[in-house]
């Protein structure tokens, strides 16, 4: 299979060849390719949009009527009122039984302790 092969016969014309219109229509092809990454760019900040909107309205029914519900209390609920502050009744009566020494101490210790500051 050792054949002399002489380019001077070829000539400078090329052994490829192309339809016709081929790099105008590779030319439409690619603009309607990359106009088709613009439609599907707006449809997902139209989605985007829509699903943030849709958020909003969900945490606006949710949290308004439960802060709405907080501003109005009925004259039923303030003995459970009473009993959510009591929770607290024995340390603020051990803080009135201390003397102005031991609260100067509580205070200077606080000041120190790292894990409060």
Same mark, same amino acid.
């Given at each position: ?40 760019? *707006? ?41 959510? *502050? ?32």
């Amino acid at each position: 299979m050792n054949k002399e092969f002489d380019f001077d016969d070829i000539g400078k014309k090329t052994p490829y060849r192309t339809p016709d219109n081929f790099f105008e229509d590779m030319q439409q092809k690619v603009m309607e390719r990359t106009y088709g990454g613009q439609r599907r760019k *707006r449809r997902l900040q139209i989605m985007f949009s829509t699903a943030v909107a849709a958020a909003a309205i969900l945490a606006g029914v949710l949290f308004v009527p439960s802060y709405l519900q907080t501003r109005d209390v009925p004259a039923g609920t303030s003995d459970m009122l009473a009993v959510d *502050r009591s929770s607290s009744d024995p340390a603020d009566k051990w803080i009135h039984e201390l003397s102005d020494e031991e609260l100067e101490e509580l205070v200077d210790f606080s000041d120190n302790d790292i894990f409060l500051n």
